[in-house]
């Protein structure tokens, strides 16, 4: 299986390049993984709504080129979006290896830079997926993701993982 994470903006901590390091070392068993990050946008305090929207539409540009046309059939995109479906992690595991026996063997997971994911890059998506009510740094979501996707394998493998 092949999985990328397109994430807007770079991770400019130490500790946090190193989670997502040994993240990656540690799927390169399971699954191809390739993470791209595209540039975030300066966001001035106090910016407009129609900034805003600018911002996200330049971020959403830089996305799309990564991203297959919708109907492409052995490609998955999911969002990571507040508003979007909550799931266990045995309930993450099980539709990782369900998309995978339905032939989709490429899946990409979307991380919004600091003002989310504009509605083209929503619309697009065909899962969208809550970790919690909560809103995390992008940096931290990255390291989240990818444990979970690593517990999602250990899973799917019957191999065992801390609870």
């Known amino acids: 299986m092949k999985i990328d994470i397109l994430c807007v903006g770079k991770i400019k901590e130490s500790f946090y390049r190193d989670a997502v390091s040994e993240y990656s070392k540690r799927l390169s068993r399971y699954c191809s993984l ?18 805003r ?4 539409e330049k971020e959403a540009e830089r996305l799309m080129k ?3 046309d919708k109907g492409t059939p052995d490609c998955h995109v999911i969002t990571l979006e ?11 595991a099980d539709t990782i290896e369900s998309l995978s026996i339905n032939g ?3 899946l990409i997971f979307i991380i919004g ?3 989310g994911l504009h509605n ?22 990255r390291v989240i993701l990818l444990e ?15 609870k």
Do not use: W
Request: aromatic content about 8%.
């Open 53 to 56: 929207d600018k911002i996200l």
């Open 34 to 51: 390739n993470i791209i990050e595209v540039s975030d946008e300066k966001t001035p305090d106090n910016c407009s709504e129609t900034e």
């Open 82 to 92: 507040i508003k979007g479906k909550k799931m266990t992690s045995e309930k993450l």
């Open 104 to 106: 989709k063997s490429h």
């Open 148 to 162: 979970q996707i690593y517990r999602s394998f250990r899973i799917i493998n019957h191999e065992p993982y801390h």
């Open 66 to 68: 990564y991203i297959p």
């Open 120 to 141: 083209s890059i929503i619309s697009r998506s065909d899962t969208a997926l809550s970790f919690s009510d909560m809103t995390f740094p992008h940096q931290l979501m």
């Open 113 to 115: 830079g600091s003002l």
